[in-house]
């Protein structure tokens, strides 16, 4: 059983910037996938970011492609997602998620098989 938790959620103004980091324990970090997905009021849980095992496949959703980085840590078993250029509609909640079939970086929720509790991020403009 993996276990996720997040952190580096806040407030900040538009333009700015947050990194969250997602630390997991209870399993082979580098045997997962792993992906960032955000959640805002009202609205389906959508696609950020996702990393492949080794970190060589990475995937982000269009509108947040070339503000946001997401990388890994194996050797400390943590995923971040550097986030830049902030917007108001960046606002949500924010999940990380792992993917026991490595290799896929999915960009479908339903794929992965461990998530975290979330973390709020809140722009203001």
């Known amino acids: 059983q993996v276990q996720l938790v997040e952190s580096g959620g806040g407030s900040v103004q538009a333009g700015g910037s947050l990194r969250l980091s997602c630390a997991a324990s209870?399993?082979?970090?580098?045997?997962?996938?792993m992906g960032w997905f955000r959640q805002a009021p009202g609205k389906a849980r959508e696609f950020v970011a996702a990393?492949?095992?080794?970190?060589?496949?990475?995937d982000y959703a269009d509108s947040v492609k070339g503000r946001f980085v997401i990388s890994r840590d194996n050797a400390k078993n943590t995923v971040y997602l550097q986030m830049n250029s902030l917007k108001s509609e960046d606002t949500a909640v924010y999940y990380c998620?792992?993917?026991?079939?490595?290799?896929?970086?999915?960009?479908?929720?339903?794929?992965?098989?461990?998530w975290g509790q979330g973390t709020q991020v809140t722009v203001s403009s």
């Open positions: 998620a792992a993917d026991w079939k490595y290799g896929r970086y999915s960009r479908h929720e339903s794929d992965y098989d461990y």
């Open positions: 209870g399993g082979t970090f580098s045997s997962y996938d």
């Open positions: 990393v492949s095992w080794s970190g060589g496949g990475i």
